[in-house]
């Protein structure tokens, strides 16, 4: 079992529409990491939410952290066809070089 | 800057052949990172260095030895290849902050 688990696995939309993902955990995370990666690549930090109850935006991408630090959402408004990729959440475990990813969200949004 | 880099891209192994993936550096990072990416199962930490000379398992380190002999190098070598270890491997540095900065990867089949 996942230590986070990420929600859907894959979510295909049009262009426009709204979307949110999940991730969750039973542990307590002192804090969490969104990556966004393309086919071919490595992942890329979105953002890192550190404070329960955080909300941070980026452009059209709104992170939320959960106010027991054991989950986070990441929530985009009018998808683009260059949202397209692979969404992971990552916490630390016990320090921030134990890294522990989700599975992932493989995002697809049709023209 | 070239960021992090990893060689080779691609590598084809038969059962118990052994190889050295290496990964290189130059943004002067202390710790660097090796993980192995399986669909559905997300990264997982193999490896990881916190400074030359140092070296500390992570998640899954069964099957790996890595080496640091300079800062800016971190080598991941697999002594006797299992197909178990078909996977897609990336390298990742860091300035000890919360960002890891990820190389394109690696793909590995082993036969």
């Known amino acids: 079992t996942q230590l986070l688990e990420q929600s859907p696995q894959f979510l295909s939309i049009q262009e426009g529409e709204n979307l949110t993902v999940y991730c969750n955990s039973s542990?307590?995370?002192?804090?969490l990491q969104w990556y966004r990666q393309e086919p071919g690549e490595g992942p890329v930090l979105l953002v890192t939410v550190v404070t329960g109850g955080e909300v941070k935006k980026l452009k059209r991408l709104t992170f939320q952290f959960g106010d027991a630090r054991k989950d986070s959402s990441l929530h985009i408004t009018a998808a683009q066809p260059g949202d397209t990729g692979l969404y992971l959440c990552a916490g630390p475990l016990y320090n921030n070089n134990d890294m522990r990813f989700g599975a992932g969200t493989r995002l697809t949004v049709k023209p | 800057n070239a960021g992090v880099t990893q060689t080779p891209k691609f590598r084809v192994l038969k059962t118990g052949q052994s190889m050295t993936l290496l990964c290189a550096q130059d943004?002067?990072?202390?710790?660097m990172y090796w993980y192995r990416q399986d669909p559905g199962m997300g990264l997982r930490l193999i490896h990881y260095s916190v400074g030359e000379g140092t070296t500390a398992k992570g998640e899954v380190p069964d099957g790996y030895n890595v080496s640091r002999l300079k800062k800016q190098n971190f080598l991941l070598g697999l002594e006797s290849a299992a197909p178990s270890q078909t996977s897609v491997y990336f390298c990742a540095s860091s300035s000890g902050g919360n960002e890891q900065f990820f190389g394109p990867g690696t793909r590995l089949t082993v036969l």
């Open positions: 943004m002067n990072h202390e710790y």
């Open positions: 542990s307590v995370f002192s804090s």
